[in-house]
């Protein structure tokens, strides 16, 4: 692994607990317990039970983005930064402001399926379920057994559009290649019986 891809790695790591420390803290929750969003990465959870942590730097915050968004401008071929900067976007809640980034990523890794599926629940956050779905179904060509593309898929038929059929049946898929998925059975008992 080159240098500047572990860095990048290790920076995302850190950027992901402090944006995550500053949406709770703001918010005055503590560190779930729970498992991150499916098509999310998952992040280092802060814990806001050590008095001696530092309170978050907004200004170092927005000095990191611009770091990000000038390794992205500077290395036009660097997948990396411009997933990165999806990434943060993705993670502030600001799906709109993550689309541009993960396209611009997908030109150069075309078959990066977290970055599909990533793309598509920020279009599915943005009510744009078809093309969500589009998304899912790329992912899905890429890896057909994709179980955050499925799992979105079937978010988007049973919640979203109200197919309950359709996502049972997508449903059906999850529990074959992954039997016992605690989001599978969740998201089954809060489908609509038809």
């Known amino acids: 692994m080159k ?11 850190v950027l992901g607990a402090v944006v995550t420390f500053m ?8 560190a779930p317990q729970a498992v991150a969003p499916p ?5 280092p959870q802060a814990s806001s039970a050590n008095p001696g ?5 907004p200004a170092q915050h927005e000095a990191m983005i611009a770091q990000f968004i000038e390794k992205a401008k500077s290395d036009p071929k660097d997948a ?18 993550a689309i541009p980034w993960y396209e611009e990523a997908l030109k150069l890794e075309p078959e990066n399926s977290d970055v599909i599926v990533d793309l598509g629940v920020c279009y599915r956050e943005n009510k744009q379920f078809q093309k969500a779905l589009q998304l899912f179904d ?10 955050q593309a499925l799992f ?8 979203d559009l109200k197919d309950g059929a359709k996502a049972r049946e997508i449903l059906g898929l999850i529990e074959k290649d992954y039997p016992g998925d605690p989001m599978a059975a969740q998201l089954r008992g809060s489908l609509p019986k038809q």
């Open 3 to 13: 240098r500047d891809h572990v860095l990048m790695l290790v920076a995302g790591f």
């Open 23 to 30: 949406v709770m803290k703001q918010a005055g929750i503590q």
């Open 39 to 43: 098509s999310a990465p998952a992040a």
């Open 53 to 57: 942590q530092a309170d978050f730097d």
């Open 80 to 97: 990396s930064s411009k997933v990165m900067l999806g990434n943060i976007y993705y993670d502030k809640g600001d799906f709109i402001g």
């Open 138 to 147: 790329r992912a899905l060509a890429v890896d057909p057994k994709k179980k």
């Open 152 to 159: 979105n898929k079937a978010v988007v038929y049973g919640v």
